[in-house]
């Protein structure tokens, strides 16, 4: 059915992110790429201006590293063809990019029941959807 499919994981949400993996290898053509996403939120763009202190660039990349480690440890454990990848920035943002680099065919992003803060801002999930230049499925 699809050739290449992006998988967006967030580290606090790996059960979730683990279900939809499983969507992801029952869609993938054989032969098909699946690419397991982590966004590590880049903090002191969001804290320009309202802190004085920056987040140390060792907490970014030890958040880095653990992903990478957790993802890896995901890929083999579903014998996934594919690669993770780990990314810096917004997480929309961030998933929407890698989907149109790669010409993904899919994104696959867990979803969860709206809070107050998503009524102001928004999820990643509406922005995803908004902007991604692939087809998107949502799991809630």
Request: proline fraction near 3%; glycine fraction near 8%.
């Amino acid at each position: 059915m699809y050739k290449k499919i992006i998988v967006p994981i967030a580290m606090d949400q790996l059960e979730h992110g683990e279900s939809v993996l499983g969507i992801a290898v029952k869609l993938i053509d054989e032969g098909g790429e699946i690419i397991l996403l982590n966004v590590v939120e880049d903090l002191n763009a969001y804290a320009q201006g309202y802190m004085i202190v920056d987040f140390p660039l060792e907490m970014i990349e030890e958040s880095r590293k653990h992903a990478v480690k957790t993802l890896e440890a995901l890929r083999t454990k579903h014998g996934i063809n594919g690669r993770v990848e780990i990314r810096t920035g917004g997480a929309a943002g961030s998933i929407n990019a890698l989907a149109k680099e790669e010409n993904a065919d899919l994104v696959i992003i867990a979803s969860h029941r709206p809070g107050l803060i998503d009524y102001f801002i928004g999820s990643t999930a509406s922005r995803v959807v908004s902007h991604c230049p692939c087809a998107v499925l949502i799991d809630r």
